[in-house]
């Protein structure tokens, strides 16, 4: 089932850095050395039929 944003990430605020984050080893791995953070946000979503179908929390 394919779906589209409605609305771009709100609320965005990082919960994880350094090294508390578990998939630290593998984002080095795959994408380089940054300094990279687990962050969470929300946004509303939709499907193609039923637009702004509900809201979802990223984390």
Avoid: Q
């Amino acid at each position: 089932m394919k779906f589209e944003l409605v609305t771009s990430i709100a609320d965005a605020e990082v919960i994880a850095a350094g090294p508390g984050m578990r998939v630290r080893l593998y984002l080095r791995k795959a994408y380089g050395d940054a300094r990279w953070r687990k962050m969470k946000g929300t946004l509303l979503f939709g499907y193609r039929t039923a637009p702004a179908h509900g809201r979802v929390t990223l984390v």
